[in-house]
């Protein structure tokens, strides 16, 4: 069974720069099939995309960051990471992975990890 | 940019109610939307896909309609674990992933 699992920092000053590692298990991140996720949720907020990433590096934004959000992958280590520089309180949010899967050239995210709790402080 | 609205905000149910939820989107994304679950400290799951496909695993009370702008999820009776908040998601305008703002189910 595929399992995502988020681990970093849980406290960032503000105007500098968030990391987090997605370690995948249970499955493969060299597949053509699948691009791998970040998503974010502020405290008493929806949901927010922040991208996605293939195992060939290949790369989507949220165009709200501002260029802020750089994916990578290590396909070596089954990781994927997030960094998002000059953060501020308001990237004070639960960071998820997932895999994006997409039946129909559509993208879902079918596996989540549980999330990891970033608090930006001043 | 495709805005995706629910209600209602949240609704107040008990086991074994039917519950009803909709999610509207600002244009026309045909049947690319899906579905979420999602309870505190926990990982979110994919329900509903391409709005009336169950996902694997979901269970037969769970079902989704619609299409254009206008979709609903029904979940006939309503079991304990199925209380949290649900999110709607459009897959129509690729690459971007724009999820509903949420609607929160729990007990009356």
């Known amino acids: 069974q595929l399992q995502l699992q988020e681990s970093g920092p849980g406290l960032v000053k503000a105007s500098e720069t968030l990391s987090l590692t997605c370690t995948v298990s249970?499955?493969?991140?060299?597949?053509?099939?699948?691009?791998w996720g970040w998503i974010r949720q502020p405290p008493g907020k929806g949901l927010e995309w922040i991208g996605n990433?293939?195992?060939?590096?290949?790369?989507y934004y949220n165009p709200s960051l501002t260029g802020r959000a750089t994916i990578s992958v290590d396909p070596s280590k089954n990781q994927f990471s997030l960094k998002m520089t000059s953060v501020a309180a308001t990237d004070t949010a639960v960071y998820y992975c997932?895999?994006?899967?997409?039946?129909?050239?559509?993208?879902?995210?079918?596996?989540w990890g549980q999330g990891i709790l970033v608090t930006v402080s001043s | 940019d495709i805005q995706m609205t629910q209600s209602p905000s949240s609704v107040s149910a008990s086991v074994g109610d039917r519950v009803t939820i909709t999610c509207r989107a600002s244009?026309?994304?045909?049947?690319?939307l899906a579905w979420y679950h999602h309870k505190p400290g926990k990982a979110p799951k994919l329900l509903i896909y391409?709005?009336?496909k169950l996902q694997t695993g979901v269970p037969s009370r769970f079902s989704g309609s619609g299409s254009g702008t206008d979709f609903t999820l029904t979940i006939n009776n309503l079991q304990p674990e199925d209380f949290g908040t649900y999110y709607c998601?459009?897959?129509?305008?690729?690459?971007?992933?724009?999820f509903g703002p949420g609607t929160k189910v729990d007990f009356k």
């Open positions: 997932a895999r994006r899967w997409s039946p129909q050239n559509r993208a879902y995210f079918d596996s």
């Open positions: 249970g499955g493969s991140i060299n597949s053509n099939n699948y691009y």
């Open positions: 990433i293939n195992y060939g590096g290949t790369t």
């Open positions: 244009q026309d994304i045909s049947i690319w």
């Open positions: 391409a709005a009336s």
């Open positions: 998601q459009q897959a129509n305008s690729f690459p971007a992933i724009i």
